[in-house]
């Protein structure tokens, strides 16, 4: 098992996603950067779907009683084991009685600790994803207890020891399809959302990322109408709100664009402070 005796910073146990409930207003919850996740849970020879523990930095500090494989995607973080700084491109075995810490993310937001056979929290609703009012908690907190299953005599055979883990570039630009009310803007409207420079606001986390441009485009709401994650939302005050993983199943500002699969990862790894544009596919 893993205790936790530091939780780090928006820490939490995810896989990809609770579906099939949004008909009762249940996010879809899930990783924010399923790229990051998918790679550390397939270098371990996990399904793809196995929970692993998404964390900003500074990460949380875990303590291993028992052996383990991990592996540790997305931003890059320093790792170290007893104080021992070790590789983190690809997997690495932890022994008992072992203390995993992290640095600081040097770029990007989220990494993922994925661990041989999954992190075994509850599933609810069909998923292990954390969110608060349906799982236990929200986040992971110190002294909280993370089962992980024991290592079998093949477990180390199933791992791609000499597969590396992929990198995390600069994001420039974040693709997106037009949203429902794209074509209600002006074509002045339009160009000022195209060809603004967008800045990452700070108060952005997994339910809406925040983003600002010195070009003002405001329209007036709309009914309330379905949104999903990657719906780019415009408020009558100028501020895009583009929901993330947690979001709601409703809202009322307008859709200017939706995000594809490819631009929600892009958007979800870029840091605030940080600049992008719109590329419209």
């Given amino acids: 098992m893993i205790e936790v005796q530091h939780p780090g910073i928006y820490s939490t146990v995810q896989d990809l996603g609770r579906y099939g409930y949004r008909r009762f207003g249940v996010p879809l ?24 523990l998404e964390f900003a930095s500074p990460g949380p500090r875990l303590f291993f009683s028992k052996p383990a494989i991990i592996a540790v995607s997305g931003a890059p973080v320093g790792v170290r084991i007893n104080g021992e700084k070790v590789n983190t491109g690809r997997p690495i075995l932890i ?13 990007a937001v989220w990494s993922y600790l994925s661990v041989k056979g999954g992190l075994l929290s509850r599933e609810v609703l069909g998923s292990r ?11 992971i907190a110190a002294g909280d ?16 020891w000499g597969n590396k883990l992929p990198e995390i570039g600069e994001i420039e630009q974040v693709a997106a399809y037009q949203g429902p009310e794209f074509p209600l ?13 967008f800045e990452v606001s700070p108060q952005s986390n997994r339910m809406a990322t925040l983003v600002h441009s010195k070009k003002i485009v405001k329209v007036p709401e709309i009914i309330t109408g379905p949104v999903q ?35 929600f990862i892009q958007l979800s790894r870029i840091q605030a402070g940080k600049h992008f544009r719109f590329r419209l596919v």
């Fill in 29 to 52: 919850s899930g990783v924010m950067d399923k790229e990051m996740a998918v790679a550390a849970n397939e270098i371990l020879g996990n399904p793809v779907s196995a929970a692993v």
């Fill in 95 to 107: 022994e008992t009685n072992s203390l995993l810490t992290f640095e600081r993310a040097s770029s």
């Fill in 185 to 197: 803007l002006t074509e002045l409207q339009k160009l000022a959302i195209l060809e603004s420079e």
């Fill in 229 to 263: 994650p990657g719906t780019v939302q415009l408020t009558p005050s100028g501020t895009m709100v583009v929901l993330m993983r947690d979001a709601q199943t409703t809202g009322g500002y307008a859709r200017v664009l939706q995000l594809t699969d490819k631009g």
């Fill in 129 to 139: 994803s954390f969110f608060p009012g349906i799982t236990k908690s929200g986040r």
């Fill in 145 to 160: 207890i993370l089962e992980i299953a024991t290592l079998s005599e093949l477990s180390a055979q199933e791992v791609a």
